[in-house]
């Protein structure tokens, strides 16, 4: 066998040593059964492997956390960092003052692993009637299963750290969109959302907690199974919705893959640019109606079969809000820098170019001006950071447009970092105008139970 299908080989070893089916090879190797000559050749190979990765992942590391220490001292001497936060050895650092009962979401190991696996504290558990579930399915699915409060109020640092624990995704993809969440909808000092709507066990520290549905922050027009604001109840799971993607995947080998959601995205754009009136096509809408597409085919498939995001991974998490049966989470850290290249791909497959805008009446569609014909993974990362740091229009929360200095000193000190390296003009960014508070709450699912994509109520 040539040296380097053997190395390839020891990969494979390893990898399947990980999900307990050892690989035939290794094991005759490990065993003593392999003639001398080829078992030292595999011993070689898996040790090189070995050495040449943990250098490489150290160095990298290390070098993550030179620019992150960077970037601290520059947010220091900038005055930046006004209630604490900051990013140093790749972990948030503690807030303070008003923020100061904010808990810091943990960094996470990342590998091969069955979720839920048999571990009893996260099988899954219907919900009960006075549990909270929103728009969001991997939400609902780690409610479910117990990997965040199953009674659907969560907080920053329970989400990001059970997005990361079930699902793979990284620390600055989880804070990321945690520190979303808790802006779309909840209480800033406690950290404290509802995955749905507007909920009393929510504190309104600085004023109402909304909870995450509340429309315009972080829920949009064009989600996948869920309906546009304008029409109806925007957490409902919408099985119209959900059996047009199916059919439209059939198109594409049964794969929710980029494929089918460049031809899904650009059907649902022209439905609601043609029949909503108040269709918001804004920054937030580009940075989350793509993430949101991209995810399923980065977070969903079985971490074994890494690109395979077929209807046997994807429909449970739609269709019961439970995680697929023997079901692995994906080995590595799904990062910032992954979802930008995904989007700009994604962007760059469309078949037309959904122009970011906003209709005022039918028929009068008023263009951003953002052109999307060419974007690069950078700026396509750099959408996420407009989501999250331009306030204007705000669609915030009354509580945080009066206290928008917390806001900002929270967005420096959890989120900027994270996009640190891409550069993102965020200091430009409008603060919240006259207009910016909006204290319509949001809503949570009419009935909460979800068994094969019908309401059990
Ligand atoms: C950890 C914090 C998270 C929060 C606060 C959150 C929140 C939300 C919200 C507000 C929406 C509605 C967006 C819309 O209107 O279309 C949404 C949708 C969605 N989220 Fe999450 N999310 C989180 C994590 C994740 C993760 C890690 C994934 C990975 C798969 C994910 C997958 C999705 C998908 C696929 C949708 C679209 C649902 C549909 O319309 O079919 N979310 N999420
Ligand atoms: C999906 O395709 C099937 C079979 O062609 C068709 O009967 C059904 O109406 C389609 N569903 C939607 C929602 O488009
Ligand atoms: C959803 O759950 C039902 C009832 O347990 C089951 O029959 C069905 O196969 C499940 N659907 C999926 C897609 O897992
Ligand atoms: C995931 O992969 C494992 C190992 O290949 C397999 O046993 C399991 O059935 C797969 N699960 C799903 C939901 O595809
Ligand atoms: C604020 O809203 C009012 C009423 O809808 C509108 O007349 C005004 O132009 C808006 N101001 C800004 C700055 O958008």
Known sequence: MAYSSMKTFALLALASAVVATPCPYGALAERGALPKAEADKFFAARAERDVNLDDVKLAKREAEHAAQEQFYKRQLDLGDLLLGGGLLNGILQPFTGVLADLDIPVPQDFSLKLIPGDDAAHQYQAPTSSDVRGMCPTLNTMANHGYIDRSGITTFAEAANACQITLGFGYDTCVFLSALGLLAGGDLPSGAYSIGGADSRVPNTLGPSLGISKHGFFEIDNSISREDYYFGNQADFRLDRWERLVNITENYDGEFGNSAFAEERVLVYNEA?????????????LAVSTAERVFIFRALPNGTHETLSDYQNVA?????????????????????????????????????ITTPGQNEGLNNFVPLGIDLGSVTPTEASCFLASAIFDETPGFLAPGLVDNFDTVEAFLNGAVAPFFAQFNCAISGYAQPGANASSSTTGVSTDCNVLVNGVYQC
Do not use: H
């Open 273 to 285: 640019k043609n029949n909503n009136p108040t269709f918001d096509a804004g920054i937030r809408w």
């Open 316 to 352: 449970p998490f739609y269709l019961n809000e439970t995680f697929p049966e023997n079901w692995f989470r994906r080995a590595n850290a799904y990062s910032l820098v992954e979802t930008g290249t995904d989007i700009a791909n994604l962007l760059l497959s469309s078949s037309e």
